[in-house]
């Protein structure tokens, strides 16, 4: 029985180490997403808050409630997000060029990004710090 373990151990360890790598090197961008589902797991189900790591603090800036057009012009640099997802399912290519596949999917994607950063950004701005949290995992899964 020992053969045969140390046999499999011996051919089967090259396989199981390629099969890991080609994982990780194929979905290693997933890693922003599982935060998100863990955090939103966390505060919705087990009822836990949720908080950012000290050395990836988010940045209070509750302070700055009563200084409307600073908020304004911060939740406003959103709006690139979806003039970028707009312009990318709308775009009509000139007849030189061939139209990318993907780009409605592209930019489904970027005008989502942009309306979870909203969130994220208004709940950071006039929302409580558990909230904010919880969005700022959600925005970087996002994006």
């Avoid at 020992?2 to 979905?27: F, I, N």
Wanted: charged share 15%; proline share 4%; hydrophobic share 45%.
């Amino acid at each position: 029985f020992g053969d045969r373990c140390r046999s499999l151990v011996r051919h089967g360890a090259p396989q199981v180490k390629s099969l890991v790598t080609t994982v990780l090197r194929e979905t290693w961008w997933t890693t922003p997403m599982s935060l998100g589902i863990w955090s939103g797991y966390s505060f919705f189900v087990r009822k836990i808050p949720v908080r950012m790591p000290n050395w990836w603090a988010l940045t209070n800036i509750s302070h700055l409630v009563d200084r409307k057009s600073i908020l304004g012009v911060f939740l406003g640099s959103n709006v690139a997000f979806l003039l970028a997802g707009a312009y990318l399912l709308r775009w009509k290519a000139p007849s030189s060029m061939q139209r990318q596949k993907g780009d409605k999917l592209l930019g489904t994607c970027v005008i989502i990004a942009g309306l979870v950063s909203y969130i994220f950004h208004h709940f950071q701005a006039y929302g409580t710090p558990d909230v904010a949290h919880l969005f700022c995992y959600f925005d970087h899964a996002v994006a």
